[in-house]
């Protein structure tokens, strides 16, 4: 991971979060449907072991999703400085323009053709 964390792409970031999260609740549903198949089969100790599995899928990825979280809080930390709330801008509003600021830097300049 890098030291300067103001140089990781906050989109890149967002879309890992998004893909890693998805394929893991993805499995956990998968996981859910084994075990109760299993058990309507009346397999009960490989459901019970399935269900385990999609129990652990589902924790890790809602701890991945904490920690993509907590990371892109700490590039816009090290991005743009220490955010707190003023009389006039929530944090909430100040992480929202930052964000936008993010998305707008990021999209091509749409190229201009005469007619």
């Known amino acids: 991971m890098p030291t300067d964390l103001s140089t ?19 499995r956990c549903c ?3 449907q084994d075990s109760a198949d299993a058990a309507a089969g009346g397999n009960l100790s490989a459901a019970s072991m399935i269900q385990h599995w999609a129990f652990a899928a589902d924790l890790l990825s809602t701890t991945i999703s904490t920690e993509f979280t907590n990371l892109f809080s700490k590039a816009l930390h090290a ?36 007619v």
Do not use: C, Y
Request: net charge negative.
């Open 8 to 26: 990781i792409d906050l989109a890149t970031l967002n879309a890992a979060q998004g893909v890693m999260v998805a394929a893991l609740r993805d």
């Open 30 to 32: 998968q996981w859910e």
């Open 79 to 114: 991005r743009f400085g220490n955010l707190t709330p003023t009389t006039h801008r929530s944090v909430a509003d100040q992480l929202l323009d930052a964000v936008a600021l993010e998305v707008a830097a990021a999209q091509e300049v749409p190229e201009l053709v005469a």
